[in-house]
């Protein structure tokens, strides 16, 4: 006998949307969709599933209601430095302000459902939070504190505003300013606080490594892998001398070119002469597909942590070191499996042709960028024919940027900070990293190794997560082009591409507001994502995109290589198993997981600044005013790459109003004016790792420059 199949989720939301009187009750539910009496206990599960996951709204009077019809919207919740969130919704109609005083238990990340109560003139929408169907986190890290008769804990995250209370008994024996992680038992409300226990002391916060080792659990993060993992890890490895369907290219030149203490090594480059103006370039990725099979615990392993995290003195590799650092990796002197791609290249940066290959390779040498840089610059040299190898991809590489620069890709440019450490663990400098011509000439062939696979994808129609980078709001255009035409810059009226936001770029390189307009442009920008529909890359002025590179660290590089291989490679068809809500899960996951792995990278970098400016306190510096809020402004240092905040409370010579539109503090009577690239010289007066906040004081006579 067939057991009759329960209602779709369409066919609930239906009956609902059509029910004249509102809300209705699981039986309501059941006789309008005719479900059989033996499957209604299985009805009332499937009712409670939706509710869980946000599809339905169950009231007080345990009535079912589709959440848009109830005026509710369900999203999850971003808190911001106020103590304030936003919801970022998961239909149309734009973000929702939830006032800290409206969140409830709710902290940052979790899914809630939200009341919209108001809505503004001119701003998002004002809500509350009636249900919290998701929680984002079930421990905090943080300091832990004792009271007379319990404890506290106060969280290292700002998202989360609140102390966790610790009842005695529930501690663990921890000492007062222990890092520890504390397991919520109890979520507060808007008048309590939450309460839970301790079930991890990480240790003083002084202690070396105890600071990372708390953004490591900040953030979810899980340094060691789990047995069974290991093991499929080793077996994996067995799996080189099973190369069958690789074509032997070890007679190539082949290297790969890394920062100087890489531990893996996921891409190498070849070069070869074809003709007159004419070479084959070929970008060889490790061919971790051949060890990673779909389906096992390796797989779902590095599917569960999307990708690779590179902690300030750590690496959370998303595969096993065993294949990760050994036979994933492209080491001198070691056949490895790769998938090739070979591309025919023109002093123009054209590609004539290409085609993909399974192969085995043997990289004849490990460069590091500062070695090749050399090379280029005539001051090192490798060997004759690897130092011929190098100028001739620069030369290639250098037509490839060209053509990339005019179509529309954006170059920012940008600093990066680099924290040197001792050999316990202690910081003892912080470097601006500079991009060198090798950097640019491996990012050049990365890139466009990506746009060719991507663009296979659209011509074929395969199931691949491409790497979108939608176009900025035109809100955001809108405040940009003010913001410009306030300094003199104009940007075209209309839609606005990345040839425009390059033109004024170019046009301020070297200018003293370069570094202002740069920053500016940039959070014009959309955050960059996977998703199964290409929608193009607008930061790259690129019409296809993926990321193709890495399958080491970055799971949807390993889900387009299985793609490859299989359509590309062996000409067979891709399983319909692939795509579908398969391919949007691991977009969506693996999107997730990014945001959280550049998180915590941060994070730890921060941690060590703040560490290495406690030995520099009472110290003058001078910086560049590189951020401008409500509340003060930041500065970047010159001698050490470290940004700190000047509290508008400590400018004592006027009350100073902030300028949303024009990034700058104004005094209301000396009219002084404060603003993103200002010069100015500062005192480190505090370095707080619990408070995770570095803080400078003006020095007098301050020089900023008068308001117009």
Not at 155 to 166: E, K
Not at 167 to 172: R, V
Not at 399 to 407: D, I, M, N
Not at 621 to 629: A, E, H, L, P, Q
């Amino acid at each position: 006998m067939n057991t009759p199949p329960l209602p779709t989720l369409s066919e609930v939301l239906k009956v609902l949307q059509d029910s004249p009187r509102g809300p209705m009750k699981a039986k309501e539910l059941a006789q309008a969709l005719r479900v059989p009496t033996e499957r209604y206990r299985a009805f009332k599960s499937f009712l409670r599933d939706l509710e869980q996951s946000g599809e339905l709204y169950r009231t007080r009077k345990s009535r079912y209601a589709v959440p848009g019809k109830i005026n509710l919207t369900v999203g999850v919740l971003k808190l911001i430095r106020a103590g304030d969130a936003f919801l970022n919704t998961e239909g149309e109609g734009g973000d929702v302000f939830v006032p800290s005083q409206n969140l409830e238990s709710a902290m940052d990340g979790d899914r809630v459902a939200v009341r919209i109560e108001s809505h503004p003139k001119g701003r998002a929408p004002v809500g509350r939070v009636v249900k919290v169907l998701d929680r984002a986190r079930e421990t905090v890290v943080g300091t832990f504190h004792r009271n007379r008769s319990f404890g506290f804990v106060r969280p290292l995250d700002s998202r989360i505003p609140r102390d966790i209370l610790v009842p005695a008994g529930k501690d663990e024996g921890a000492g007062d300013g222990d890092v520890v992680v504390v397991r919520i038992e109890q979520y507060g409300s808007r008048s309590l606080n939450s309460s839970g226990s301790i079930e991890r002391i990480l240790g003083p916060m002084d202690e070396p490594g105890v600071d990372v080792l708390a953004v490591l659990h900040g953030h979810g993060l899980v340094s060691e892998f789990p047995p069974e993992v290991e093991a499929a890890a080793r077996e994996a490895s067995d799996l080189a001398n099973e190369a069958g369907g690789h074509t032997d290219r070890r007679a190539l030149l082949v290297f790969t070119i890394d920062p100087p203490d890489a531990k893996d090594h996921d891409d190498a480059l070849s070069i070869s002469h074809v003709r007159e103006g004419v070479w084959e370039v070929g970008v060889h990725i490790a061919d971790v597909s051949h060890f990673v099979r779909p389906g096992g615990a390796l797989d779902a392993e590095a599917l569960d942590r999307g990708c690779s995290v590179y902690l300030v003195d750590q690496v959370i590799p998303m595969l096993p070191h065993a294949l990760s650092s050994e036979m994933c990796s492209l080491k001198a002197g070691h056949d490895r499996l790769a998938l090739s791609l070979f591309l025919t290249l023109d002093l123009q940066g054209r590609v004539r042709d290409h085609r993909f290959e399974r192969t085995l390779i043997s990289s004849r040498h490990s460069l590091h960028y500062e070695q090749v840089h050399g090379v280029l610059a005539g001051k090192v040299s490798v060997d004759p024919e690897v130092d011929d190898a190098i100028r001739t991809l620069d030369r290639l590489a250098r037509a490839v940027r060209a053509k990339r620069s005019a179509r529309g890709s954006l170059d920012f440019d940008l600093p990066e900070s680099r924290v040197v450490l001792d050999d316990e663990g202690r910081p003892v400098d912080v470097r601006k990293v500079v991009q060198l011509d090798s950097h640019r000439l491996i990012e050049d062939f990365m890139v466009l190794a990506n746009e060719v696979v991507a663009q296979e994808g659209v011509k074929r129609k395969l199931p691949i997560p491409y790497r979108i980078h939608e176009p900025p709001k035109p809100d955001r255009i809108e405040d940009l082009r003010q913001f410009l035409s306030s300094l003199g810059h104009a940007l075209p009226k209309g839609p606005v591409d990345g040839r425009a936001l390059q033109k004024v770029l170019d046009r301020v390189e070297g200018r003293p507001e370069e570094a202002l307009i740069s920053t500016v442009v940039l959070r014009a920008m959309n955050r960059a994502r996977y998703d199964p529909v290409n929608v193009g890359h607008f930061g790259l002025g690129s019409e296809a995109y993926a990321h193709f590179t890495s399958p080491i660290r970055r799971y949807p590089d390993l889900v387009l290589h299985r793609v490859v291989i299989r359509a590309l490679v062996e000409g067979r068809p891709v399983p319909e198993d692939w795509g579908g809500e398969y391919l949007k899960g691991v977009s969506e996951q693996a999107s997730e997981r990014e945001k959280t792995a550049q998180q915590a990278e941060r994070d730890s970098v921060e941690m060590k600044k703040i560490e290495f400016m406690r030995r520099h306190l009472g110290e003058d510096f001078s910086g560049t005013i590189s951020g401008v809020v409500s509340f003060g402004f930041f500065v970047v240092l010159d001698d050490f790459f470290v940004e700190g905040l000047v509290h508008v409370s400590t400018l004592n010579d006027d009350y100073y109003s902030f300028l949303e539109e024009a990034y700058s503090l104004v005094g209301q009577r000396t009219k002084r004016r404060f603003r993103l690239g200002d010069r100015v010289r500062v005192q480190v007066v505090r370095a707080d790792k619990e408070e995770r906040k570095i803080d400078f004081l003006l020095l007098e006579p301050a020089k900023g420059t008068k308001a117009d």
